[in-house]
């Protein structure tokens, strides 16, 4: 491999995911020509069949690798999991643990970063006449960055007190009113684990996003939490800002209630920069911001460490359309458009407390990416510099957005296909 080569691992996983990335293929190789490209297995099938989401070739590629683009993944509550295993492997004690979740903690990919872009803005309105000259290019109505904590927080750990070790916890919950009607059979407690560790290296990576919204004059990190609620933990994470606020002195930061944050996404979105949040609130915020950018079909998100990286679709598997070919690939090419620009950043030596940084668009949810497709040649030179690659992704989602408003799937009213969708990109990208 080259020095200028890049060792991408494609997981398919799931559903609608190899359809994905198998039309998507050929738009890869087109967009970024230098990357080698490697499948390996995760996902439903492989724990049907072997017992495990996550086979031992696979962490094997995965730390390897220089970063992943994961397509779809399946994940059900533990009777489905015990249900769906293999005849040989049922009630052999095997636990069914989500790969998500294991990919995130093992790799200790800790933030999980969201753009939320206006991509179809102003898709839908009358083109202008030739008369009239081109037609004007549409304000953003919204544009900001959800910065989720992927390794701690409220997903930590989800706990039966039926279990051996959940002595000290029943202690903690037996009295309080529900539980006293209720068995230990009948109960189980989800720890919220809060580290002021893990918040500094959040909120750090969060600064390092600020100045790219919709609103160019923001440079602020909202953490969205329950602080009036969940005293202690809010505790930690208020000296946590309180420490990377000094660090970051050009950067605004504000803690507000997670349900008002919530409510200011539907009523004043222009108002928001960067939102931080822990794991589960992250997680209900940015999908809020995926049903402000027209469904779960288009936003994409990177899963980044000191170490490694992981871009994915927010997407499910989508069992219900998988095999109709009629799936959206936006947010996977998107996705991996977000690939190229962190790659591209750790070439030209971003350090581990930006990396975030090189995981966003520059223009995230500005004009610059409404423009239409750019016709420039996608070809040249095998050395791939950081600024080539910054070039090709941009290239890569100039031409996707074109695609979303001139000729979309199904999910957003329009009859292309997933491999129609994927060829069009391709087309656009060589014309």
Known sequence: MSASSHRIVLLPGDGIGPEIVDACRPVLAAAFPTWEFTDAAIGWGCWRTAGDPIPAETWRALESADAAIMAAITSKPAREAEAELADHLRGTGLTYRSPVLQLRRRLDLYANIRPVEDLLAGAGSPASSLDDGPAPTPSPRFGFTVVRENTEGLYSHDLSMAGPD???????????????????????????????????????????????????????????????????????????????????????????????????????????????????????????????????????????????????????????????????????????????????????????????????????????????????????SSATTGSDLRERASLLRRAVIGVLRDDPTPDLGGDNTTAGFAAEVARRLAS
């Open 166 to 380: 959940s002595n000290g916890l029943w202690d903690v919950v037996k009295q309080d009113p529900t539980v006293t009607h209720s068995t230990r059979a009948d109960t189980a407690v989800a720890l919220r684990v809060t580290t002021g560790f893990g918040w500094r290296r959040l909120l750090r990576t969060a600064a390092s996003l600020t100045g790219r919204a919709a609103d160019p004059s923001l440079r602020r990190v909202t953490v969205a939490d329950k602080p009036n609620i969940l005293r202690e933990s809010g505790a930690i994470i208020r000296d946590a800002v309180d420490e990377v606020a000094a660090e970051f002195p050009d950067v605004d930061f504000e803690i507000a209630n997670a349900d008002a944050v919530t409510m200011r996404l539907i009523t004043s979105p222009m108002s928001f920069d960067v939102i931080a949040a822990e794991n589960l609130l992250g997680d209900i915020l940015s999908d809020l911001g995926a049903g402000l950018m027209g469904g779960l079909g288009l936003p994409s998100a990177a899963n980044m460490g000191d170490g490694h990286a992981v871009f994915e679709p927010v997407h499910g598997s989508a069992p219900d359309i998988a095999g109709r070919g009629i799936a959206d690939p936006a947010a996977f090419l998107m996705s991996a458009a977000m690939c190229a620009e962190h790659l591209a950043a750790r070439g030209e030596g971003t350090g581990a407390s930006t990396r975030g940084n090189s995981a966003v668009p520059d223009t995230a949810g500005s004009r610059g990416n409404q423009a239409s497709p750019d016709t420039a040649d996608t070809g040249g």
